[in-house]
């Protein structure tokens, strides 16, 4: 097959991917995208189980670059669901044009770079060669899964379903008995919706999580109208907030201000807004304060056990042994009511994990559980996963995969010193998935990536990287900030305890977005200062 010669590919056609190849053609440079994926859609095609929704609200979760896209959008809830989600993300690719230069079913094999003629060469699935001068890739912070092998699994008589690799046609579950393992984000969506549905609900805890209370509803054309009219506002405002969402967080140290009471109020008025307002709009000190983290675990602990009829099944489902926000807050919405139904039970498998598959069903503790179906909820190789496993090779065949099961760095999470002219959006060491709204934090990327393109364009330069000093320097500013809060005290896929001899390092920066953008432009006003520009 012959080498296709690009300016750029761009790997991953989710969120981060489509707006990048709008950008880059805008730009005029000869560019392709290529996915996995048979659509687009990335995160959205991919989890498609049931009861998959966004926890963002969706006047923010959205792209920024077209008012006309939302006027001609109608959302039907504040946090809609995954198909929902889905159809958006296909519009756009058919609005701005963008199928016809993305190859879906197709992954990268390896990259390789090229001193000699400082470009990437880089391998696909299908046996294609690009040769291109930028590699973008926007393969997403959660998307590589993390898949059990349990003993026994191959002879299971049942069926077996990742969430993260669900199979887009519908699955009749009624009837059925049904196992979930893991009880993160997914796991908790999985059960709330599927307890309605089956026979029987096994749900598999080794780790309860203080999930919150979603406000979901319907969005009627008055409230369209409203989202229509805030769009310039809130598009400003959101690049410049701690979350990435349209509130801001109290200055550091106001909460220490307040009495108990008062911090109780704030948390009360945080809950009712039903959505991650309550893990990233509170104020600062929760995650940081372990006086303040334990009052607003105690606030959050009162709520969660209210919903539950059991005592002892309660004492299971609220966590005891570490704080709140220190994983990822999910939001729920009947999840911690469906353990009051009679066909849902709590198997705890912390204190005695599942010995594996039986070929009817799971067994834990010398007991079998008889189940038609198993869910693996079990989350991702966060942050790194995906990009390590693109076999990318840069300067003097650094490989990126053998450097992160070493260390994880990154310049800004942007890119990494020794890989010119790769791009990471959502990268490790950048706000992403862990402390952002989304959607805003690929879009700043995405142009602060294109910023960059267009930079050496201009200046008749062609490669870009990050200097080991600056790439030093940030990796020592990221970790400062993440060891002045409690994050790195629990494991969680926050750090890479999830998965096991994962170097530990906060994936995701927690100095906020619009800090993280400050530093952003800041070196992009700068001639790209600290980046070795050639
Ligand atoms: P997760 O939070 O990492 O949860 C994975 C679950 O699987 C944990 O409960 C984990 O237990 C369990 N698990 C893994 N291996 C296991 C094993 N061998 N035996 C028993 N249990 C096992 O992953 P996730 O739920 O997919 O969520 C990841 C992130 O995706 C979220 O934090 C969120 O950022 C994002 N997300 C967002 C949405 C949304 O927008 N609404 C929805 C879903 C996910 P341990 O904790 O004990 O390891």
């Given at each position: 097959m012959a080498v296709r010669q690009l300016d750029a590919l761009i790997v991953g056609a989710g969120i981060a991917g489509l707006y990048q190849l709008h950008r880059l053609r805008k730009l005029g440079l000869s560019v392709k995208s290529v996915d996995a994926?048979?659509?687009?859609?990335g995160t959205w095609y991919w989890n498609?189980?049931?009861?998959?929704?966004?926890?963002?609200?969706a006047n923010v979760y959205q792209?920024?670059?077209?008012q006309e896209l939302l006027d001609e959008w109608k959302w039907s809830?504040?946090?809609?669901?995954q198909p929902e989600i889905r159809r958006y993300l296909q519009h756009v690719a058919t609005k701005f044009d963008l199928y016809r230069d993305i190859e879906l079913n197709t992954e990268v094999a390896s990259a390789d770079w090229q001193e000699d003629e400082q470009r990437w060469r880089v391998r696909t699935s299908k046996g294609e060669t690009f040769d291109v001068q930028f590699l973008l890739s926007?393969?997403?912070?959660?998307?590589s899964p993390k898949v059990p092998s349990f003993p026994g699994q191959e002879d299971f008589q049942g069926e077996i379903y990742q969430t993260a690799r669900w199979p887009q046609e519908e699955i009749d579950f009624s009837g059925k008995r049904v196992g979930v393992i893991g009880t993160g984000a997914t796991g908790i969506q999985v059960v709330q919706t599927l307890a309605p549905q089956v026979e029987e609900l096994f749900v598999f805890q080794r780790t309860p999580q203080y999930a919150v209370r979603m406000n979901n509803y319907p969005v009627d054309d008055a409230v369209m109208k409203d989202w229509r009219a805030q769009y310039a506002s809130l598009k400003n405002q959101v690049h410049h907030t701690f979350g990435g969402f349209e509130w801001h967080v109290p200055?550091?140290?106001?909460?220490?201000?307040?009495?108990p009471e008062q911090r109780r109020d704030v948390l009360e008025e945080c809950w009712a807004d039903g959505s991650l307002k309550m893990f990233v709009g509170?104020?600062?000190?929760?995650?940081?304060?372990p006086e303040i983290n334990d009052e607003a675990t105690e606030f959050v602990r009162e709520k969660i056990r209210a919903?539950?009829?059991d005592p002892t099944v309660a004492d299971k489902l609220v966590p005891s042994d570490y704080g709140y926000g220190l994983h990822r807050v999910p939001l729920e919405n009947g999840y911690f009511e469906a353990?009051?139904?009679?066909n849902v039970h709590l198997v705890d498998v912390?204190?005695?994990?599942?010995e594996g598959f039986s070929p009817q069903g799971l067994r834990v503790a010398d007991r079998e559980y008889p189940l038609d179906v198993v869910v693996f909820a079990t989350g991702f190789d966060a942050g790194t996963g995906s990009l390590s496993r693109m076999n990318i090779r840069g300067r003097?065949?650094?490989s990126l995969s053998e450097l992160w099961a070493q260390d994880i760095r990154s310049t800004l999470g942007l890119q990494v010193h020794g890989f010119p002219n790769l791009f990471t959006v959502?990268?490790?060491?950048?706000?992403?998935t862990g402390f952002c709204n989304m959607t805003t934090c690929l879009q700043q990327q995405v142009d602060w990536i294109t910023d960059a393109i267009s930079y050496l364009r201009a200046h008749d330069k062609h490669t870009m990287e990050p200097t080991e000093e600056r790439e030093e320097e940030w990796v020592r500013h990221h970790d400062e900030v993440a060891d002045?809060?409690?994050?790195?005290s629990v494991d969680s896929w926050y750090n890479g305890g999830?998965?096991?001899?994962k170097p530990r390092r906060?994936?995701?920066?927690?100095?906020?977005v619009g800090t993280y953008r400050d530093f952003c432009d800041e070196i992009r006003a700068n001639d790209f200062a600290g980046f070795k520009v050639a």
């Open positions: 994926a048979p659509d687009v859609g498609a189980y049931p009861g998959a929704r966004v926890d963002s609200p792209y920024w670059f077209s809830e504040r946090f809609p669901a926007c393969v997403g912070m959660l998307s200055e550091q140290g106001w909460a220490l201000t307040l009495t509170t104020y600062l000190e929760v995650l940081a304060v919903q539950i009829h353990f009051n139904r009679d912390k204190t005695d994990p599942i003097d065949g650094k959502a990268g490790p060491l950048a706000p992403a002045s809060t409690l994050l790195m999830n998965i096991d001899g906060l994936l995701s920066y927690i100095g906020g």
